[in-house]
């Protein structure tokens, strides 16, 4: 089988329910930041400092909603992505400073972050059994 023919393979086939949770949280996350950006809106941007470290957060809900469904469905391959983008994502805001600075002046946004992250794989896991 040519790669042309795997890759077509593997688009045209019917996606999986880790698939389908990351594409979704993805696509709402995306829809939240287009209204937040038409409406100027504070609550969904924030402002300033703070808003760089309200908008940080929104990256880690596709990988913790994907990895509830991961778990949920008992797909080791989803889990490690998913549990490997979450820890990379934590790390790059660490290498650009987000996270130290956020931890120093506005300790509620990294918390909020961990408490979002448990509360969505929870969640996710609970609602794909």
Do not use: C, H, K
């Amino acid at each position: 089988m040519s790669v042309v023919e795997r890759v077509r393979a593997r688009l045209t086939r019917e996606q999986t329910r880790y698939e389908r949770a990351w594409l979704t949280s993805i696509n709402t996350v995306g829809f939240l930041v287009v209204v937040g950006i038409l409406l100027d809106s504070e609550l969904l941007l924030g402002a300033g400092q703070t808003g760089i470290f309200q908008r940080a957060l929104y990256p880690f809900v596709p990988p913790a909603v994907s990895l509830g469904v991961a778990i949920a469905d008992g797909n080791d391959r989803g889990t490690l992505l998913s549990a490997v983008a979450l820890v990379g994502y934590t790390l790059v805001l660490g290498v650009v400073g987000t996270l130290g600075t956020a931890v120093a002046t506005a300790p509620v946004y990294p918390v909020a972050g961990l408490v979002g992250v448990g509360t969505l794989v929870v969640a996710a896991a609970l609602v794909a059994r």
